[in-house]
């Protein structure tokens, strides 16, 4: 069978882009089994043929309506895939769905009946928000990072903003990657659309949120970039773990330290 992504190379860089991204996330052991998800917004690399290609799946309800998604496409980790085996396979275990018009249902066009991710509602709605604000931001991540999950099991660490100083003080590339902080949504139900609500809700403040007790989400313009900020975070967890370990509580740089790498970088407040 012959792969959408034939002749098609700047889809397929999205895609092997995405299958770069899944190798790290096993690699770093924030994907057990089938843990985390990836979507990736493909609309601007579909072309006109794509846009006529039968679907190979039922419609299926995404659980609400998302207006701003009609006649979008995604890229999407399927439901039940290892991320281990998207960093080899990744038209196996994902697929290109595209959203209808009524802005409510999905199809599967390519390349397997892979069905997404069970975390799509929270993904399309994340996605929904982005597009509705204007966002230039392609790409969403869920992954479940042991340091930083771990932190969410400390109920002083889960007042806002404790995290994101924390996270912030311990090298001072987090504070210039990660510009926006972490924001902290309480425990919800996994693949609910409440955990969809509450983290769009968070997208106002935030590229990035914790997840109560279960992982991590980023949104950006890429799933590189996206990568990239989870991973700066956890490196920031692992040095505040360090010297935890190490017998003594890390100083963190000073405010007045954050404050001028905040002006000198031009960062967000
Ligand atoms: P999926 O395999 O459905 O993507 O679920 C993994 C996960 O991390 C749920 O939160
Ligand atoms: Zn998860």
Same mark, same amino acid.
């Given at each position: 069978?012959?792969?959408i992504?034939?002749?098609?190379? =700047?889809?397929?860089?999205? *895609?092997t882009?995405?299958?770069e *991204?899944a190798?790290?996330?096993?690699?770093?052991? /924030?994907?057990e089994? @089938?843990?985390?998800?990836?979507? +990736?917004?493909v609309?601007?690399? *579909?072309? !006109?043929?794509?846009r006529?290609?039968?679907?190979?799946?039922?419609?299926?309800a995404?659980?609400?309506?998302?207006?701003?998604?009609?006649?979008t496409?995604?890229?999407?980790?399927g439901? @039940?895939?290892?991320?281990?085996?998207? !960093?080899?396979?990744?038209? &196996?275990?994902?697929?290109v769905?595209r959203?209808?018009?009524?802005?409510?249902?999905?199809?599967?066009?390519?390349?397997?009946?892979?069905?997404?991710?069970? &975390?799509?509602?929270?993904?399309?709605? $994340?996605?929904?928000?982005?597009?509705?604000?204007?966002?230039?931001?392609?790409?969403?991540?869920?992954?479940?990072?042991?340091?930083?999950?771990?932190?969410?099991?400390?109920?002083?660490?889960?007042?806002?903003?404790?995290?994101?100083?924390?996270? /912030?003080?311990?090298?001072?590339?987090?504070?210039?990657?990660?510009?926006?902080? =972490?924001?902290?949504?309480?425990?919800?139900m996994?693949s609910?659309?409440?955990l969809?609500?509450?983290?769009?809700?968070?997208?106002?403040?935030?590229? +990035? +949120?914790?997840w109560?007790?279960h992982?991590?989400?980023? *949104?950006?313009?890429?799933?590189?970039?996206a990568f990239?900020? +989870?991973?700066?975070?956890?490196?920031?967890?692992?040095?505040y773990?360090?010297?935890?370990?190490m017998g003594?509580?890390?100083?963190? $740089?000073?405010?007045?330290? $954050?404050? &001028?790498?905040?002006?000198?970088?031009?960062?967000p407040?």
């Amino acid at each position: 069978m012959k792969s959408i992504l034939e002749n098609r190379p =700047l889809l397929a860089k999205q *895609v092997t882009d995405v299958a770069e *991204v899944a190798g790290y996330l096993w690699q770093k052991g /924030w994907a057990e089994r @089938n843990g985390g998800n990836i979507t +990736v917004n493909v609309t601007d690399v *579909v072309d !006109a043929e794509i846009r006529k290609l039968p679907a190979i799946s039922d419609r299926v309800a995404i659980g609400r309506p998302l207006p701003n998604l009609k006649g979008t496409y995604f890229f999407c980790k399927g439901t @039940n895939k290892r991320m281990r085996d998207l !960093a080899r396979q990744p038209m &196996e275990n994902g697929s290109v769905i595209r959203i209808l018009d009524d802005g409510s249902h999905y199809e599967i066009i390519a390349d397997n009946p892979v069905k997404p991710t069970s &975390e799509l509602v929270s993904h399309l709605s $994340m996605h929904n928000y982005l597009i509705g604000k204007g966002s230039n931001y392609k790409a969403a991540l869920h992954t479940h990072p042991i340091d930083l999950v771990a932190m969410t099991h400390h109920a002083p660490f889960l007042k806002k903003d404790v995290l994101t100083n924390i996270l /912030w003080s311990m090298i001072p590339e987090t504070r210039a990657f990660c510009p926006r902080g =972490l924001g902290i949504i309480p425990y919800k139900m996994p693949s609910s659309t409440e955990l969809a609500d509450a983290t769009i809700k968070e997208l106002d403040e935030y590229d +990035v +949120v914790m997840w109560e007790k279960h992982g991590v989400c980023s *949104v950006a313009e890429n799933i590189m970039e996206a990568f990239d900020m +989870v991973d700066t975070l956890s490196k920031s967890a692992q040095i505040y773990l360090t010297a935890k370990s190490m017998g003594f509580a890390p100083d963190g $740089m000073s405010q007045e330290q $954050m404050k &001028e790498m905040q002006i000198a970088f031009n960062l967000p407040g």
